[in-house]
């Protein structure tokens, strides 16, 4: 079974810009999460999607979006992109959510310059 | 609110010798616990998880953790250290609710030959 891709796998954009990273869940999985990963503030969750809904958001500015598909790829969105922004971004499927173990992708790392 | 804490930001250890990686916990209802490894530009991987069953938890690669509701830990061990041990290890907290994982900052394991 294949794992959780991501794409692209590296990226660097500039202040202003905006970006879109996508993630293809193992196949049958309906949940996936989004996490930010920085040097100087961790692992620090920003969203999960569940059947095509949002169902738990973390404490990211309005400029973190995403969405789900009805296959159930996801995409996140940042728009008006911050130096703070530069991060590995990870996103982590499980089939139902909950408790279910969560396989995670090699994330996206966005360089922000 | 939960949170967790990870103390020791590096540990070292040689190879063969115990690891011992130390994960404290705060949460309001019960906790579930996870413990994942991450490897250079890899994402993150599920070592083990504590869902209140048996409160020592083995997981994979011959590590376990032992959930402490007393002093609020779920501290990790390995008997034996072998060098691809060597990684960063994440500890990790969630409740019931949703699937709104809260990290540690991480404890990054060198192992010496």
């Known amino acids: 079974k294949a794992g959780v891709t991501q794409t692209p796998r590296y990226l660097i954009k500039t202040r202003g810009q905006q970006v879109t990273l996508s993630c293809s869940p193992i196949?049958?999985?309906?949940?996936v999460s989004w996490y930010q990963q920085t040097p100087g503030q961790g692992l620090q969750f920003l969203f999960e999607?569940?059947?095509?809904?949002?169902?738990n958001k973390g404490n990211f500015p309005g400029r973190f979006s995403g969405r789900q598909f009805s296959n159930s790829r996801s995409e996140m969105n940042v728009s008006t992109l911050e130096l703070g922004d530069s991060a590995l971004y990870l996103c982590?499927?499980?089939?139902?959510?909950?408790?279910?173990?969560?396989?995670f992708g090699p994330g996206t790392r966005l360089l922000v310059l | 609110a939960q949170s967790v804490t990870q103390l020791g930001s590096h540990v070292s250890v040689s190879e063969g010798a115990l690891v011992l990686l130390r994960c404290n916990y705060s949460s309001s209802v019960p906790p579930y616990l996870f413990w994942y490894v991450q490897y250079p530009n890899q994402g993150l991987q599920l070592l083990l998880k504590y869902t209140s069953a048996a409160t020592l938890v083995k997981g994979i690669n011959g590590f376990e953790a032992e959930f402490k509701k007393s002093e609020t830990s779920f501290h990790l061990t390995k008997p034996s250290a072998h060098m691809s041990d060597a990684a960063e290890y994440f500890c990790?907290?969630?409740?019931?609710?949703?699937?709104?994982?809260?990290f540690g900052a991480g404890t990054r394991l060198f192992v010496k030959a």
């Open positions: 990790a907290v969630s409740n019931t609710g949703g699937f709104k994982t809260i």
């Open positions: 999607y569940f059947s095509e809904t949002q169902r």
């Open positions: 982590a499927s499980s089939g139902a959510g909950g408790l279910e173990t969560q396989y």
């Open positions: 196949s049958g999985h309906r949940s």
